[in-house]
C-alpha cells in the first residue's frame, strides 16, 4: 500500500512540474508578441515622412505592425473580428504614433526605441492562448486599446536551442500570413514558405 503512495505522489509531483514549466514557457511566450510584432522606429519614420497613405510595399520588413499601418477600412464583419479601429473615423495619426512610440525616448533625428514599435504592447494584451506540444506552440493574442483599436492575430512559435521565439503570425480575416526570415525580417508567407 505505501509504495502506492509513493508513486501516486510522484506523478503528481511530476505533472504538477511539468504544469508549471508549461506555465513558465507559455509566458515567456507571451513576453515574446510585443516584440515579435514591433517594426523598427526608422521604418515608422519613413512612413511618417511619406506624402502618400503608407503601404505595405514601402518597407522591406513586413512585421505585424506594418500590417495593421496598411489595412484598408473595412466594414467586413470577419475583418473587422481580426483588427479594427474603434474610432468613427481613421484615428488621428499622433493618436496612433503616441501609442505605437509609448517606449521612444528623445526628440527628432535624436530619438531611441527603450522597448517595442508596436500595435501589441504589452499591456494591452487582454486575451493570450498558448498550446504547446514539444518545441512547437500555437495560440492566440488578443489586445485592445480603448476607444483606439482592437484585434487578435493566431501565432506559432518554436523553441530552438531552448529558447522560443515566435516565426509566424496569422490573420486570416484579413489575408495575413507573415513568416520571419533567418535574417530575422518578416514577410508573407509565399505558397513555398516552410514556415520555419
Do not use: N
Not at 25 to 38: G, M, Q
Amino acid at each position: 500500500m505505501r509504495s502506492s503512495q509513493l508513486v501516486l505522489s510522484a506523478v503528481l509531483l511530476t505533472s504538477t512540474e511539468f504544469g508549471r514549466a508549461l506555465a513558465d514557457d507559455a509566458e515567456e511566450i507571451r513576453k515574446l508578441v510585443p516584440f515579435a510584432s514591433s517594426m523598427k522606429l526608422a521604418d515608422l519614420d519613413r512612413l511618417a515622412m511619406s506624402p502618400t497613405s503608407p503601404k505595405e510595399s514601402d518597407v522591406e520588413d513586413k512585421s505585424l505592425t506594418l500590417m495593421f499601418l496598411t489595412f484598408p477600412m473595412t466594414t467586413d464583419e470577419k475583418s473587422r473580428e481580426q483588427f479594427r479601429f474603434l474610432t468613427d473615423a481613421m484615428p488621428k495619426p499622433t493618436d496612433l504614433v503616441k501609442e505605437l512610440t509609448r517606449h521612444v525616448v528623445g526628440k527628432g533625428r535624436f530619438r531611441v526605441a527603450l522597448g517595442p514599435v508596436t500595435f501589441v504592447q504589452a499591456d494591452r494584451i487582454t486575451d493570450f492562448t498558448c498550446k504547446i506540444g514539444g518545441e512547437r506552440a500555437t495560440g492566440t493574442v488578443s489586445f485592445e486599446v480603448p476607444k483606439l483599436y482592437k484585434g487578435k492575430a493566431d501565432y506559432v512559435a518554436r523553441r530552438t536551442d531552448g529558447k522560443w521565439q515566435i516565426g509566424e503570425f496569422m490573420m486570416p480575416g484579413r489575408g495575413v500570413h507573415i513568416v520571419r526570415g533567418e535574417d530575422g525580417k518578416w514577410g508573407r508567407k509565399t505558397q513555398g514558405d516552410s514556415g520555419k
